[in-house]
């Protein structure tokens, strides 16, 4: 499967399925983000559970999904999995770049965000009683 980034916005279908999909993939980043905040548990251990899961998902369509399944049909739609998540990592790396300029960028921002707030409530200041 294609980043739908990739498909053409001259047809109104494609535009329905871009806007839906990127609908989806922002409301399960925010439940996970959220999930992560209540369980305390890191953005690399989510990552892994989410290929577990991914990886599960795929089996369940395809048991489900097919007349009649097998083995060989199944590690054969594995396959094809494995080559679609080959595509979107190909696609990540060619946006490397920009990605980690924005990810400084927004670091940096947030640090500005906390020395003013810092500097708001009173913090970095000498207390009275330190004279």
Same mark, same amino acid.
């Given at each position: 499967?294609?980043?739908?980034?990739?498909?053409?916005?001259?047809?109104?279908?494609?535009?329905?399925?871009?806007?839906?999909?990127?609908?989806?993939?922002?409301?399960?980043?925010?439940?996970?983000?959220?999930?992560?905040?209540?369980?305390?548990?890191?953005?690399?251990?989510?990552?892994?559970?989410?290929? /577990?899961?991914?990886?599960?998902?795929?089996?369940?369509?395809? $048991?489900? *999904?097919? #007349? %009649? &399944?097998?083995?060989?049909?199944?590690?054969?739609?594995?396959?094809?999995?494995?080559?679609?998540?080959?595509?979107?990592?190909?696609?990540?790396?060619?946006?490397?770049?920009?990605?980690?300029?924005?990810?400084?960028?927004?670091?940096?921002?947030? /640090?500005?965000?906390?020395?003013?707030?810092?500097?708001?409530? $009173?913090? *970095?200041? #000498? %207390? &009275?009683?330190?004279?």
């Amino acid at each position: 499967m294609s980043n739908p980034d990739d498909l053409s916005d001259d047809d109104p279908a494609t535009d329905a399925f871009v806007e839906d999909f990127e609908r989806h993939r922002d409301a399960i980043y925010d439940f996970i983000c959220d999930y992560m905040d209540d369980e305390d548990i890191t953005e690399a251990y989510v990552a892994q559970l989410l290929i /577990d899961a991914t990886i599960r998902m795929r089996m369940t369509a395809y $048991g489900l *999904g097919v #007349e %009649s &399944p097998s083995v060989a049909g199944l590690k054969l739609d594995l396959d094809r999995l494995r080559d679609e998540v080959g595509v979107f990592l190909r696609e990540a790396k060619k946006g490397a770049e920009a990605y980690i300029a924005h990810v400084k960028d927004m670091r940096a921002r947030a /640090d500005l965000e906390a020395e003013e707030e810092d500097e708001k409530n $009173g913090e *970095g200041e #000498e %207390s &009275p009683e330190s004279h």
